[in-house]
């Protein structure tokens, strides 16, 4: 059998939405699914028993994180990533060429692969299609993504142009380097900025390719979200209907309501334990950012609508002082919170398309978390 499989469940009478389930050698997960980020092997102060009951099938690595430290070497003598880090559901891990643009400014990109600068000595390093092939073998993830250039934003037609093309040509290269094996599965990934021809063009390339699962890149990186929703509405209905599609780095929970109802299934965004370290919570109200004074004295919940450990067990006085004082614990407890309610957010998506009901969802939501505040 193939590594990855996708089933899908039904669509949403409303939107292009579908509910489905992505089957992997690690066993399988309900989409649309958030897939929380564990850069350096581990999602930041969660123990992996704690990130399985609020519910994840899948987790994110970062291949350029751990082929630096502490080598992917050393990952493939403990034998691969699962175990060096103690997680025994699916694992997704990028190219590593993201970190490069985002990462290091020191770059030189040419049609053999990208010449940067390590972030952590200064030392000058090299990353191709079959370099990030290799390191991502030695990891054993369930999912590969392919390597690939995310374009800055904007970004001109003419450098869109080759740039997509290039990506086209690094993306048959990982293919031919990808050992093939029946455990791991490999994904594209579509690039073309807002251009609807060059989005169609790297469609076609790699839907020719035959990949068993498609990523939609190059978004997410400072455009209006009215630009992503208007290039994710051409492009999504591109991508083959019987395979996962994956909008990476989205995202806030607009944007993964937004993202499920144009047809996505699949996202990934390092928010949620990014805002959690210095104390902003998600909450069915909004943003709390709990340093605020006036939570000094309020003994209730950070959200009297989730039903998660920190909420069930602590008050926003408490959690504030745990911030104040600079305890760590106050960390563990946002970060568990923040993923707990994304993970709940796309429980209550899946339910709404089961009930044809996204759009509705999408209103109340957004009435009661304050999107259409002015
Ligand atoms: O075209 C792309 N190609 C490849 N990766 C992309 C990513 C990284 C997705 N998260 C990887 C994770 C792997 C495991 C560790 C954590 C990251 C993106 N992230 C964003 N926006 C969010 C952004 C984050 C930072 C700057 S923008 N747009 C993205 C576009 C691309
Ligand atoms: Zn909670």
Known sequence: ?????????KKDKQTGARLGVVHTPHGSFDTPAFMPVGT?????????????EMGAGIILSNTYHLWLRP??????????????MNWDRAILTD?????????????KIEEEGVHFRNHLNGDKLFLSPEKSMQIQNDLGSDIMMAFDECPPFPATYEYMKASVERTSRWAERCLTAHTNTDKQGLFGIIQGGEFEELRKQSAKDL????????????????EPKDVMNRVLEFTAPLMPDNKPRYLMGVGSPDSLIDGAIRGIDMFDCVLPTRIARNGTFFTSKGRLVIKGAANARDFGPIDDKCDCYTCKNYSRAYIRHLFKAEETFGMRLASYHNLHFLMKLMEKIRQAIREDRLLDFKEEFFEEYGYNKP
């Open 207 to 222: 839907i020719s390719l035959d990949f068993p699962g498609y990523a939609i890149g190059g978004l997410s990186v400072g």
């Open 95 to 107: 190219s590593g060429g993201f970190q490069v643009f985002s990462l290091s400014d020191m770059r």
């Open 40 to 52: 350096q092997a581990t999602v930041k102060t969660m123990a992996p028993e704690e990130v399985k």
């Open 71 to 84: 080598g992917n070497d050393i990952i493939r003598e403990a034998g691969g990533l699962h175990k060096f």
């Open 1 to 9: 059998m193939t590594a990855i499989k996708y089933e899908l469940i």
